[in-house]
């Protein structure tokens, strides 16, 4: 992210992390986020993203983007994982409702927390093995 000035930390407690997923969907799902997160952080002085996994239990493993950018209000966040919500002038919206089909198709979920003006984390859990319906 060096032509953005961004700080990009990434934070692997343990390197030992497997999980048993469709590879390019989750690319897709950690493409999505971290290009929200770059728009984010876009009029922040000291822009910085964390992604983040860890083993969260026995079978679950724990994602994380977070970012220290502009945050959201209560009542966006209720409707950002909608097909369609954009806040952005040309945005299409159909990032988080993606987002969260994927991390649903694979027994998983994807949750939001964020405080205005102090930035947002995106936390997706995902089973370690999942068994995807034809
Ligand atoms: N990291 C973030 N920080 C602040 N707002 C966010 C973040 N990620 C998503 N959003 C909000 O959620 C909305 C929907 O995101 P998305 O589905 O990816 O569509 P789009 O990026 O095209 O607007 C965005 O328009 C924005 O308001
Ligand atoms: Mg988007």
């Known amino acids: 992210m060096l032509q953005h000035n961004i700080e990009l930390e990434i934070i692997l407690k343990n390197t030992n992390l497997k999980i048993t997923a ?7 799902m950690f493409i999505n986020l ?7 952080v876009k009029e922040v ?3 910085c993203i964390q992604l983040y996994a860890d083993q969260l239990n026995e079978n679950t493993i724990e994602l ?7 945050g959201m209000d ?22 988080l ?7 649903l198709l694979h027994g998983g979920n994807i949750e939001v927390h964020s405080i205005e003006h102090k930035g947002t984390a995106f936390t997706v859990e995902l089973p370690e093995v999942q068994l995807i319906e034809e």
């Open 45 to 47: 002085s000291e822009p």
């Open 97 to 103: 409702s993606l987002c969260k089909q994927i991390a």
């Open 64 to 70: 994380k983007v977070l970012d220290n950018g502009k």
């Open 74 to 95: 209560k009542e966006i966040q209720e409707r950002i994982f909608i097909p369609f919500f954009s806040t952005k002038s040309s945005g299409s919206g159909v990032g």
């Open 34 to 40: 971290m290009l929200n997160a770059m728009d984010a």
């Open 22 to 28: 469709d590879r390019s969907l989750l690319d897709q």
